[in-house]
């Protein structure tokens, strides 16, 4: 809803909690993205 503004304390709150799970989901992503095409090219490479 474009016109809609929750009270500041809440939204804060509310901020601070999604940022930190936000930044936790994109560790994890990385994380697998990155372990994930680590192992793609290690299978890749001729032995």
């Known amino acids: 809803m474009p016109g809609w503004i929750p009270e500041p304390t809440r939204l804060r709150d509310t901020r601070w909690t999604l940022s930190a799970r936000h930044v936790l989901v994109l560790a994890a992503v990385l994380l697998i993205g990155l ?5 793609t090219v290690i299978r890749a ?3």
């Open 35 to 39: 372990g994930w095409a680590g192992c």
């Open 45 to 47: 490479r001729p032995s």
